[in-house]
């Protein structure tokens, strides 16, 4: 049973399309960098559900030990750099999923 | 490239672990049941992260066509109205992912 890693992020009024397009480039250089994701997707909202948040992470890993390395990896920290301060609210968990 | 669904819950304070396995075992019926589901992992939290929603759904499918075929299947109608009584918030999103 892998581990299953989700973030939901609602950004900040005023986040413009090219931070957010830097944000996807920050995430974009993760899997080559980060050798615990075993897999790695990440998106926009694509406007078709009601009350949706703006931008989804999900990062799929072997256990909790990798998921704390992924979570702690500079690189990853650095992502996070760029994403936190669009923030206006985030939603996360992690679950085992096959 | 497909489309990814999330759907993060938070049960309501009382909700019994009795009650979240009948979850488990509705939306386990339903890779079975509805042949727009290419994909679909679900589960608890487990309790290793910050401020974390409490269950977690990611269903995949072909596209948004796909997606409605899903969301208004009869069996997932029948799902959803397992969940929703239990529910004290939620967070969603839908976005495409290779």
Redesign the interface.
């Known amino acids: 049973m892998a581990?299953?890693?989700?973030a939901?992020f609602r950004w900040s009024e005023g986040v413009t399309p090219a931070q957010i397009a830097r944000v996807e480039e920050a995430l974009g250089r993760l899997p080559g960098l980060i050798p615990a994701l075993d897999g790695y997707?990440?998106?926009?909202?694509?406007g078709?559900?009601p009350?949706?948040?703006?931008?989804?992470v999900?990062a799929d890993v072997a256990d909790?030990d990798a998921?704390a390395a992924y979570r702690d990896h500079p690189e990853h920290q650095a992502a996070l750099g760029v994403i936190r301060p669009l923030l206006a609210d985030r939603?996360?968990?992690?679950?085992?999923?096959?």
Chains 1, 2 share one sequence.
């Not at 581990?3 to 989700?6: D, K, N, P, T």
């Open positions: 581990l299953r890693h989700i939901l997707s990440f998106g926009r909202d694509l078709i559900g009350d949706t948040y703006d931008f989804a999900v909790e998921f939603a996360s968990m992690q679950f085992r999923a096959d």
